[in-house]
């Protein structure tokens, strides 16, 4: 930045400071650094009061779906799990990403308040705070119109209630809260003159960058983000910009690769769109997306799919519309400033790894989610708000009151409808409920809500639920599973078997098949068929304890005492904290002193 810019009064802004948007002529700053005001302060209460207040039914909730990935893992219970956290992820059962920043956060709650709900979820409305003030902060320094409105909406916009609620998805709060300081620390850094404090800002910036990678891979979007920054600011792109961001492109191109690499080794999936399909896709969930901003009512967590069809006009009119709206914003760059664009391209930027051009495992169910645009629609918001607030200005007193009472009014409805959202969350039953009223196709819904019926014994529901799962899936092997599961807990044994059977034809791994087929054959007494079925098990998956204790206890039935003892106590060395496989050992310890072996 020249010297000028440097040294204007951080008190009273220029008309060309105040618009939404910069031409080479009027790009903005990082404003200077001002005393904490009174003005500020209360600025900072309200968005605390906002983001409390709006997500006070947070506190309240459960954990759900996607939770079971950290609740159910041994790394996060053991004191030895944060070494496999970080270099043994694949212990880390149904994670297909290498996110162990995240799962740190878990592992050391866990050793502070176990797994009661509302310490998790009152950890994610606070990176949600901290987010919220961090972008004030941000887009003050950098004098976009109408900060401290931006940040208000983006703190209880409904859009964010899953990425807030959702305890599974302190993936995209964290990683927000370290996009968000390493921007400020880049912006810090261009504007920085000392010699030592530039390679430190510098070096600062680009470990928050990492850091932010090791909690989703989103992030790897910030270089792209911060080369639009400097082109809105200056009006091109240096060679020096280019040069300084390397590093980052760098990593975060290695990092990104490490990710998808580790996901398909997990999560392999290959849904076999072409490109020009991808493209199709891409445009309309930009729109998508945009329209949810706007318009934030029928929020669905899962979305149906939209049919996918090279031939269909409304498909490629969402890609004209976007390449118009584009080309217009460039065109009148001139007239309206670089604000306008620069705002949308980082909309569309933050979005691109989840816009289906890379195949990843949420698009099995749908094309989009509410939380992949936590960060992203603040590129729009900003524009909108900006260009009001620069509107406004030119407005007589009276009328700039009368604004004023008509964003409180916008507030206080995202406020309520962002209420009304994160209580859904409060069980599993409401939640898939409300999913399946606006998606009945759902099918990861209706097991999920199949699931929530069984902690509470309502079993011929879950079988219901079960079922409909079956026809929107029928070549899903674990909904074949849970069917025949239910109808064992009611007593159906004789029904019990098919679906097991159809499970295993489908995925002769299946674990969840394995094991259900096991008890099956175990409750009808058929022992050697239960010992078969669990050795399969354990080939499948040697470190699970509940196989090797059912391989223990069909052997214990069968009178083999011996080898039941050896099975029980791998079983109890895979998980030393269960109770029931130390009572069975114990047991058949006794029988075998009593025999004096």
């Not at 302060?41 to 947070?58: E, K, N, R, T």
């Not at 969930?285 to 318009?295: C, E, P």
Request: charged share 20%.
């Amino acid at each position: 930045m020249g010297k000028a810019s440097r040294e204007k009064k951080p008190g009273k802004m220029s008309r060309a400071e105040s618009a939404p948007s910069s031409a080479s002529s009027n790009a903005p700053g990082l404003k200077p650094m001002e005393e904490f005001t009174r003005r500020q302060a209360l600025g900072l209460l309200v968005l605390g009061l906002l983001v409390v207040g709006s997500y006070f039914p947070a506190f309240f909730a459960g954990f759900l779906w996607d939770d079971r990935i950290f609740t159910q893992t041994r790394v996060v219970r053991d004191w030895s799990g944060l070494w496999h956290i970080w270099f043994s992820p694949a212990e880390i059962e149904n994670e297909a990403h290498y996110w162990p920043l995240v799962y740190t956060t878990f592992w050391l709650e866990h050793k502070l308040w176990g797994y009661a709900p509302a310490g998790y979820h009152a950890v994610n409305v606070l990176l949600h705070l901290a987010n919220t003030l961090l972008l004030w902060r941000l887009l003050t320094w950098l004098a976009v119109p109408g900060a401290w409105v931006v940040a208000a909406v983006f703190a209880v916009h409904p859009l964010h209630v899953e990425s807030v609620v959702w305890v599974m998805e302190r993936k995209d709060v964290l990683s927000g809260l370290f996009y968000l300081a390493a921007f400020s620390a880049w912006v810090l850094f261009t504007n920085e003159t000392h010699p030592g404090r530039v390679r430190r800002r510098y070096l600062l910036a680009l470990a928050l960058f990492v850091l932010g990678l090791l909690c989703k891979s989103i992030v790897v979007t910030l270089p792209a983000a911060l080369l639009i920054w400097h082109w809105w600011q200056q009006g091109r792109v240096t060679a020096a910009d280019l040069l300084r961001l390397t590093p980052f492109f760098a990593v975060g191109l290695g990092a990104a690769a490490v990710d998808v690499a580790f996901s398909a080794f997990r999560e392999p999936i290959s849904l076999g769109y072409s490109i020009i399909e991808r493209v199709l896709i891409a445009a309309h969930a930009l729109w998508f997306y945009a329209g949810k901003l706007l318009w934030p009512v029928d929020l669905a967590v899962i979305y149906p799919h939209w049919d996918v069809r090279v031939a269909d006009p409304l498909a490629w009119g969402y890609v004209v519309a976007t390449v118009a709206l584009a080309a217009g914003l460039w065109f009148l760059r001139h007239r309206i400033g670089r604000g306008p664009l620069a705002g949308v391209l980082f909309f569309a930027v933050t979005l691109t790894p989840v816009l289906g051009f890379v195949d990843f495992g949420y698009m099995q169910f749908s094309f989009v989610a509410d939380r992949y645009q936590y960060l992203a629609g603040i590129g729009v918001t900003a524009v909108l708000v900006g260009a009001a607030a620069h509107g406004a200005g030119r407005l007589p007193s009276v009328w700039q009151k009368g604004v004023v009472g008509v964003a409180a009014v916008v507030l206080i409805v995202l406020g309520t409808l962002t209420w009304r959202q994160a209580d859904l969350y409060r069980d599993g039953e409401t939640f898939f409920n409300h999913v399946i009223a606006h998606n009945p196709t759902a099918r990861e819904a209706h097991r999920n809500l199949g699931e929530a019926l069984t902690k509470q014994g309502r079993w011929e529901e879950a079988l219901a639920a079960f079922r409909i799962a079956v026809e929107h899936a029928p070549d899903d092997a674990r909904d074949h599973s849970n069917v025949g599961a239910a109808l064992i807990v009611l007593g159906r044994l004789d029904e019990a078997e098919e679906p097991f059977r159809r499970a295993l034809a489908l995925d002769p791994h299946s674990v969840y098949a394995l094991q259900n087929l096991a008890v099956l054959e175990s409750q009808r007494q058929r022992y050697e068929a239960a010992l078969d079925v669990y050795r399969r098990l354990v080939k499948v998956n040697p470190r699970s304890p509940s196989a090797h204790h059912g391989v223990g206890t069909s052997l214990y039935y069968m009178g083999r005492l011996d080898e039941a003892l050896d099975a029980l106590e791998r079983a109890l060395a895979l998980d030393p904290m269960r109770e029931d496989i130390r009572t069975n050992r114990d047991e058949v310890l006794a029988i075998l002193r009593q025999r004096g072996q």
